[in-house]
């Protein structure tokens, strides 16, 4: 076994603090990788709180992970020492499912394996990136460029292929006006993604200060869903919206954004239930949708382009010591837009 340490909350009532483990050892097909930067996902904290299900402690959160490789199995092919590289969300799959043979590992049908707060197929718990190094088989790893700020590229393994992918699946680009629901970790990207795709970006927002920072990102309009002026006036306008927002709010007003045949896409989750009367639906044939992250090949497809168009996550580099105070300005909305951990201070 391989002595790790890292950042666990031992219970749901309690923030992530110090914590000594062990990795397993690096098998054939196995990547170990030295963890420099972590991304702060809002998932974390739910997962720690046990607000989706109950967890498994202690926990080491953290699936937006970049760092260099340090050893590779002897049968490992498509990565050598000294590599950066990067884990996401998963860590594991059946590999055999038509969904993994089509490159959705995501939509494993036995279930994937989450990086953290979940057992492997071992049996034995899985633990994230709040910690100093991870192995990883080799399927569940992906280059990462020289080209890009590695700590700016770590949300890109969550926020990323999160607003990257359903963009890409329903073909989103030039002709189309995208609507960008919520500027947090996941709109800020789903808006440099559509922008980036040839998209006609609009950003709704309950927020009238966040319209300068949307402009930034490179938005082409901005409309504050509480004037109900300016909500009028783009009313059935939208082919796509992206929706991003993880607390509860009104689906059926924004699907009245839409055109006719116009998607709704929800990337967000937000803990209670929804309530879509059938008539927000059908007189415009309208369709609400989900997606959650991508494949490992998608994600690579993901970011290559990135490296290519120079995009990465807009971040506060933070000392993981900071973790909790993170968290609580992250429920506030006070991070534009992803905290990330500089595992060095670990």
Request: with cysteine; net charge negative; aromatic share 8%.
């Amino acid at each position: 076994m391989i002595p790790a340490k890292g950042y666990a909350a031992q219970s749901p009532t309690t923030d992530p603090a110090p914590w000594n483990f062990e990795r397993r050892d690096v098998g054939a097909h196995d990547v170990q990788i030295e963890i420099l930067f972590c991304g702060v996902c809002h998932s974390d904290l739910h997962q720690i709180r046990n607000e989706w299900f109950p967890g498994i402690f202690p926990m080491v959160p953290g699936h937006e992970i970049v760092g260099r490789i340090t050893k590779v199995g002897e049968h490992v092919k498509k990565f050598k020492v000294d590599e950066l590289a990067g884990v996401g969300c998963m860590v594991d799959s059946c590999q055999v499912c038509v969904n993994c043979k089509d490159g959705l590992e995501q939509y494993c049908l036995e279930g994937n394996t989450q990086t953290y707060n979940n057992l492997g197929r071992d049996g034995a718990p899985t633990y994230g990136g709040y910690s100093n190094t991870i192995v990883v088989r080799e399927e569940f790893v992906v280059h990462v460029s020289e080209k890009l700020n590695l700590a700016a590229v770590s949300p890109l393994l969550c926020a990323g292929i999160t607003t990257y992918s359903p963009l890409r699946y329903w073909k989103v680009g030039a002709g189309h006006k995208l609507a960008v629901v919520g500027l947090g970790g996941l709109g800020h990207m789903g808006v440099k993604f559509g922008v980036a795709f040839g998209a006609d970006v609009t950003v709704l927002s309950t927020s009238p200060s966040k319209e300068a920072d949307a402009k930034a990102l490179g938005a082409h309009h901005f409309v504050v869903t509480k004037d109900e002026a300016q909500l009028e006036a783009v009313k059935g306008s939208f082919d796509f919206i992206l929706d991003t927002v993880a607390a509860d709010h009104d689906i059926p007003l924004y699907l009245s954004l839409l055109k006719t045949s116009g998607t709704h896409i929800l990337v967000g989750a937000p803990p209670k239930p929804m309530e879509i009367p059938a008539f927000a639906l059908i007189p415009g044939r309208k369709s609400v949708s989900g997606s959650t992250i991508g494949g490992i090949a998608e994600t690579q497809e993901m970011l290559d382009f990135c490296a290519e168009h120079n995009i990465v996550s807009d971040i506060e580099l933070i000392d993981i010591k900071d973790i909790a105070a993170a968290y609580e300005r992250m429920v506030k909305g006070d991070v534009r837009y992803r905290f990330v951990i500089d595992l060095a201070t670990l």
